[in-house]
């Protein structure tokens, strides 16, 4: 059965972005503002390329989008390149015609949004990008996993994992830890109340 992975990287402070969306300290080569990302190889551990195997769609909010088109040269430079599949943007605004023809814009709420990337997703998982969206799905309990890549760095500022959590305590059961060079791999399932 198709899942709904909150996939992300994560400082050891918490932050998922540091200043300025910048992510150079995920892959220092970003640090040139994204002009040239399809060149980087990036070293992902095995837990990541698993999750990204086993995917079927993204779920992204319309923050995630803008910084990738500004800054990582937007759909082809998801996953560093390596992603082919559908992604689906939640936004209020969609925008006119002029984006990548796998970018879907969704603007009929949460749960329709992740019924139409499950959908899409073909039976494989849908993997949900950033932070604001991801947190609605926890909210919403339409959650089945986290899976973390903590960066032993510290960043100070930016975009926090979970700004304020006003619900919860959320329960996680940890389901696997690795490691991958110095990137400590974490994966959660989400234990649903029902
Ligand atoms: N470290 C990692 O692994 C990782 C991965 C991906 C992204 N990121 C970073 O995360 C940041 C983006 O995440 P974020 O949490 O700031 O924002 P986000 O979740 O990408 O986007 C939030 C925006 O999406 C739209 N949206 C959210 N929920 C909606 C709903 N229910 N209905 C309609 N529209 C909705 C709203 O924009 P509108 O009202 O404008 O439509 C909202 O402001 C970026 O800095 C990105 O680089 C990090």
Sequence with gaps: MSSVIW????SLDGFIAGRDDSMDWVVAQWSDGGGNTRDVEVQRSAVADEVLQNAGAILGGRRWYDVAVRKFDGYKGVYGGQWAGPVFVLTHHPPGADHHPAITFLSGGLSEAVATATSAASGKSVIVFGANLAVQCLRAGLLDEIVVHLVPVLL???????DVLDFGPVSLERTLVATSGQVTDLRFAVRRSD
């Design 156 to 162: 100070g500022d930016g975009i926090r994992l979970i």
């Design 7 to 10: 996939h992300v990287t994560m």
